[in-house]
């Protein structure tokens, strides 16, 4: 896997397999497919790069490491194989050229990652935030204004980040406040809380809760949690009168955290933040 992605890099490309007999190069989707279809029956990951990857756009993808590259497309589908790739027996033909730039994975949003799966070869990222931020970051990391980037419906910071880097500021803010976040405790089917956290001076419990955009927290929800309950809702849409476990952190104390944090968070806030304020 290694020895494909130094192959991708080196000859700035991307692609699957599904190689021909002829290994013959070509730009004629008709002529390949005539031949391919014969000897490798279902060519629908061929298929979608040739009617769906287009220069221009912009791709994610990652080596065997963990390194993640943002990559951008210089042409269309294209079949082309190479002595190189013969000699190594690299099977990757259905190809489309590109541009790569090396990204730090703390600068990876989570929707970006999240769309990684063994079972997808390549997928839309179907996210409006990811898609401008990709594009901010490629004009950053490139230092070319490539993209026009549109900013109409980001001009808060709490517009731009997902569900889950939205969670991530709470947990940080939390830390800062002397609670420790048990990471373990932040499971994709705990309805009712993102996580749950602990003072270590006098062992007090407490869990968190989050929701961005319209979705409101109602404070009677928590009113009979054993514990103290803090909830954070992007546009301070809450409701119920609650007691006095339940906390509700303010957009206010959150910004002030980012701000005076802003050096050390993950680059992903750091950008995001730049992107917002330019």
């Known amino acids: 896997?290694?020895?494909t992605f130094n192959y991708c890099l080196r000859n700035g490309l991307l692609g699957v397999g599904w190689r021909t007999n002829s290994q013959r190069n070509t730009k004629n989707w008709d002529e390949y497919f005539n031949e391919a279809s014969q000897i490798?029956?279902?060519l629908q990951i061929c298929k979608y790069i040739q009617k769906w990857v287009s220069e221009g756009d912009l791709v994610w993808t990652r080596d065997t490491e963990g390194q993640y590259y943002l990559a951008r497309v210089t042409s269309g589908?294209?079949?082309?194989?190479?002595?190189?790739?013969?000699?190594?027996?690299i099977d990757v033909a259905n190809i489309f050229r590109c541009v790569f730039q090396s990204v730090d994975i703390d600068a990876v949003p989570g929707k970006i990652i999240a769309c990684f799966r063994a079972?997808?070869?390549?997928?839309?990222?179907?996210?409006?935030?990811?898609?401008?931020?990709?594009?901010?970051?490629?004009?950053?990391?490139?230092?070319?204004?490539?993209?026009?980037?549109?900013?109409?419906?980001?001009?808060?910071?709490?517009m731009m980040l997902d569900d889950e880097e939205t969670e991530d500021l709470l947990f940080l803010y939390l830390q800062s406040q002397g609670w420790y976040v048990l990471p373990n405790s932040r499971k994709g089917d705990t309805m009712s809380f993102e996580y749950l956290a602990i003072k270590p001076l006098n062992g007090e419990k407490a869990l968190a809760q989050v929701k961005t955009g319209e979705a409101a927290l109602n404070r009677d929800d928590y009113v009979n949690y054993p514990h103290k309950i803090f909830l954070f809702q992007s546009n301070e849409r809450y409701d119920g009168s609650?007691?006095?476990?339940?906390?509700c952190v303010s957009r206010k104390e959150l910004l002030t955290f980012m701000d005076r944090s802003l050096a050390w968070l993950p680059k992903v806030f750091q950008t995001k933040v730049a992107l917002v304020n330019q």
Do not use: C, H, P
């Not at 070869?121 to 490539?146: F, G, P």
């Not at 609650?242 to 906390?247: E, F, M």
């Open 242 to 247: 609650g007691s006095k476990n339940v906390i």
């Open 1 to 3: 896997m290694r020895t």
């Open 40 to 42: 490798n029956g279902n």
């Open 119 to 158: 079972t997808r070869s390549i997928q839309e990222v179907a996210d409006n935030k990811a898609r401008e931020y990709s594009k901010y970051l490629w004009n950053k990391l490139s230092n070319e204004q490539t993209y026009y980037i549109d900013k109409s419906a980001y001009s808060d910071i709490f």
């Open 77 to 89: 589908w294209e079949y082309w194989t190479s002595l190189e790739a013969k000699e190594l027996d």
